[in-house]
């Protein structure tokens, strides 16, 4: 495990998950990051379109950028509401600092929406 990792951020218990995404690889297949943000959000869209839950593992993901948040779970906020992330989406193997980079984005992501 890496230095400062926990184990899972569950928004659901990982144990009920349906589907696994390994985020290291799609950001590595895809070098621009708003292109790697719109193949995860195609990914989790899929799954939870599909009524599965998903596990991203972050194994190997050293950053989480605003332009690829903003494309993946962003927009999944936008389309089916923070409950369909909180519900249906844990992340394992994610450093203290991804989690909250995660969490820090999620809150002010649906602060800005509930001001629209």
Known sequence: MKEGAINTIPFYSAEQCNMKIQLSDIMVSNKILSDAGTMFYKELISALSASE?????????????????????????????IGALR???????????????????????????AVC
């Open 53 to 81: 839950k998903v596990t991203v593992d972050m194994t190997g993901v050293n950053s989480i950028p605003s332009v690829f948040l903003n494309v993946s779970i962003g927009r999944l906020i936008d389309e089916m509401g």
């Open 87 to 113: 519900n249906n989406v844990a992340f394992t193997m994610i450093t203290k600092q991804q989690a909250l980079r995660l969490k820090e984005y999620i809150e002010k992501y649906s602060a800005k929406m």
